[in-house]
Structures are given as structure tokens and as C-alpha cells.
């Protein structure tokens, strides 16, 4: 071991307590955080005796971005289980949506030696796969020394990003050095990981282009539909704490009341805080969760559901994508664009850097500076549906001409890890 890697191990022993703290504080929302405590380090009850492929994905995002390429590995690998791993309880729930019985699923344990060790002994997987930028030094050389192939899929890496890993160069080099292959979403993430000891970045594109929506989703968004009657709707998605605030109050002021504003917060132990912000405004409100009739009286419908956000999409005039008036990265924007709705970004995108910037020239979406423009911008859009027709349409053939790269990731799984013959 290193010495980078030695005083990084040592780190994690020494914050275990504050890391085990902070479990037991989101707790307090999400008891779910404390189910399951003995993954978290290595220890594991369910066993298979099926050859075995594991993906890891984070949380809720990476994990419907991994949809396309776990339904292919399905088809491909018929012999095979499939193990995903998460690190967030909303992360295990989407797992359990998406694929219920068909996939196993487990917590990554914290990347401490002993625990990845366990972990990789306990599943014995034939190929591992780590959903866009999950770098976790001792899992990966763990992986190494024990001849599991490791491909970084879907693989983004932003400048900002890229920074923080050359101040770490002494750890993060060696362990990008040491996975088996990299598919990167473009030439820019590719020159970046290449330049941080990356083996040669393949650029196959973003899978999460390919992600297709679910027949029930698109139903239940008809059913949305007719709950809320023919009121314009304005979605304001994965939305993040700082930001809410700014745009309940921009639309109290400039929004007529026919108008309705579909609030869906990022985290769900947010639900109460952000209905809080809106019943402070004068808003009337309404939650998802009470069913029932949208009533003609209510400015904010709060979206306190998981996994219904293609729903939303669907029943949505215009939507603003979050996490991107404040420093915080952005949210996907693509699937807003795949079911041809127009899009409404902040300044700050740089998780979806390229995406963003690309769906903007293409005229799918626009970028505004702050919350008051959010507004303003959306309702001209609800007032001019020649405009929104054509955001959405171009939307869509954005969406359409940048799929295939599940395909792609798929060829180079089977280089790494060929179908084994019957």
C-alpha cells in the first residue's frame, strides 16, 4: 500500500465515528439509513451460486441512468446475476422499482480495506462496473489484486472535478491507472480522465439518452393530467435546498392564478420543509401523496413522491431543471428533452456540462440567470405555444440523435468480460 492510500485508510478509520454520526442524524427523516448497517461493511446474508455481474450506482440518478445497460446485461448474461450496489436508501428503493426480484442489490461498504475485501470475497463478481465518476481507491485496487475487471461506465469528469483530483494526484492516479477500461460520455470527460492516468477513455456517449419511459409512467402522467384539467403547468424538478424559496416568491408575484407550479424537491426528506416555504408564501397547496382532484384553488402542487418523475414530465408545459440557480452541478435535463418538453436551466451545469450546452445551441432549452427569470421566462413560453412546440420538437431530435451509447458500452463490457459459452 502507498502512502497516498495508507493515510487515506487511516482517514476513513479515524472518521468512522462522524461518517456513523451522520447516518444516525438522517436517520431522523430516513429511517432506511440505519437498515442493512452490516453492508455498509462487508457483511452480507444473501448468497447465489449464478455467476455474477455487479454494477454500482450511487444513488437515484445513476441508477436510472444504468437502466438501459442493466436491461441488456439481462438479455446478454441469461446465465448470470446481477448484483447493484447503492449508497443511498433512494438509490436501493429506484433499484427495487426498476427491477425488483430480477436483480440482487446491496450497499457498497464505506471503501474501507477490510470491508472490500469482504465484499468482493462474499460476491465473487465476474465483472464490476462503477456508474459514471465513483472512485473509491481501496475498492479499486482491491479489485485489481483480485483480477475483477472493473469498467468506469457512462464516465463524466468536469473541469471543477478534475481539479480536485490533480490536488489528490498521489491517490487518484494510481487508482484510475488500475481499472480495466473507461467509456467516457465525451471527448472532453475522456482528455480529462486520460490526463489523471485513466486507461485510454473510450467515448461512447451518455447512456442515459437511451433510458425509455416506462408505458405506466406515461399513463400515470395522463392521469395527473386529468386530476390538474386544462390549467398550464410549470415544473420546477429535482429542485434543491436555496432554491425553492427564491422561486415560491418570484411566483406568488408574477404568476396568475390559473397557473400552476409542480414543485418536486430533490431529497425527499425535504417534502415538509419546502410545503413549509410555500404555505408561507400564501400559496395553497397540495401533496402528490393526498390524491385526489388537483382543486382550482391550488397554486402548488408538491411532487413528495420517488420515481414518478417521468410522470411529471409528462404532464408538464414547461419545465426549470434544478440544482442549477445556485453552484451545485444541475440536474439531467435529458429526459425533460426525450418526452419534448421545454427546458429551463440556471447558469450553473457543470455536472451536465455538455449535455446542457448542446441541448441549449440545439434549442431545446434556455438558460436563465436566477428565480425571478425562471418565472418570467416560463410563463412567456405558457402564453406562446407556437414557441413551446418548437422547444419541444427540438427536444426530442436532440434526444434522438444522441442514443446508442448503451450499445456501445455493451461491446466493450463483452471485451472485458466475453458471453461465456454454453
Known amino acids: 500500500m502507498n502512502i497516498a492510500r495508507a493515510c487515506y485508510s487511516i482517514g476513513w478509520l479515524l472518521l468512522l465515528p462522524v461518517v456513523l454520526a451522520r447516518l444516525i442524524w438522517r436517520a431522523r427523516l430516513q429511517p432506511e439509513y440505519l437498515r442493512h448497517l452490516g453492508e455498509r461493511f462487508g457483511r452480507y446474508a444473501c448468497a447465489d451460486s449464478r455467476p455474477l455481474i455487479w454494477i454500482h450506482a450511487v444513488s437515484v440518478g445513476e441508477t436510472r441512468a444504468a437502466q438501459p445497460l442493466v436491461e441488456q446485461l439481462l438479455r446478454t448474461y441469461p446465465g448470470h446475476r446481477l448484483l447493484i ?40 463478481p465476474r465483472l464490476g462496473i462503477l456508474m459514471e465518476t465513483e472512485l473509491w481507491p481501496n475498492l479499486i485496487v482491491a479489485c485489481h489484486q483480485q483480477r475483477v475487471p472493473l469498467l468506469l461506465a457512462n464516465a463524466r469528469l468536469s473541469e471543477r472535478s478534475a481539479r480536485g483530483y490533480r490536488r489528490l494526484s498521489a491517490l487518484a492516479m ?3 491507472g488500475q481499472l480495466s477500461a473507461v467509456a467516457a460520455q465525451t471527448e472532453d470527460d475522456a482528455t480529462r480522465l486520460g490526463e489523471l492516468g485513466a486507461p485510454q477513455p473510450h467515448v461512447v456517449g451518455n447512456i442515459k439518452f437511451d433510458v425509455s419511459i416506462p408505458p405506466a409512467a406515461l399513463l400515470l402522467g395522463d392521469n395527473f393530467r386529468q386530476q390538474i ?17 427564491p422561486l415560491l416568491t418570484a411566483f406568488a408575484r408574477l404568476a396568475p392564478p390559473a397557473c400552476l407550479l409542480l414543485l418536486v424537491p430533490r431529497h425527499p426528506q425535504r417534502f ?28 402548488v402542487w408538491l411532487g413528495d413522491s420517488m420515481g414518478e418523475m417521468a410522470a411529471y414530465y409528462r404532464v408538464a408545459d414547461v419545465a426549470f431543471v434544478g440544482g442549477s440557480l445556485l453552484p451545485l452541478g444541475g440536474q439531467n435535463l435529458i429526459e425533460a428533452c426525450a418526452q419534448g418538453v421545454p427546458v429551463l436551466i440556471g447558469p ?18 434556455e438558460r436563465v440567470e436566477d428565480a425571478e427569470a425562471v418565472i418570467t421566462r416560463a410563463l412567456a413560453l405558457l402564453s406562446n405555444a407556437p414557441a413551446r412546440q418548437a422547444m419541444g420538437d427540438a427536444g426530442r431530435a436532440f434526444s434522438d440523435r444522441h442514443r446508442g451509447a448503451t450499445a456501445r458500452t455493451l461491446a466493450l463490457v463483452q471485451t472485458l468480460y466475453p458471453i461465456p459459452r454454453a
Open 348 to 365: 450553473h451545469t457543470f455536472n451536465f456540462a455538455a449535455a446542457s450546452a448542446e441541448a441549449t445551441a440545439a434549442g431545446a432549452a
Open 229 to 245: 384539467g386544462p390549467r398550464p403547468v410549470l415544473l420546477a424538478a429535482s429542485t434543491r435546498e436555496g432554491e425553492e424559496a
Open 272 to 299: 415538509d420543509e419546502v410545503a413549509a416555504l410555500a404555505t408561507r408564501q400564501g400559496l395553497p397547496l397540495q401533496r402528490r401523496s393526498e390524491g385526489g382532484p388537483v382543486q382550482a384553488s391550488t397554486r
Open 85 to 124: 450496489t447503492h449508497m443511498t436508501p433512494t438509490g436501493r428503493d429506484t433499484s427495487e422499482s426498476l427491477w425488483g426480484s430480477r436483480v440482487a442489490r446491496a450497499y457498497l461498504p464505506y471503501d474501507l480495506p477490510f470491508a472490500t475485501r469482504a465484499f468482493l470475497r462474499h460476491w465473487q
Open 174 to 176: 494510481p487508482a484510475l
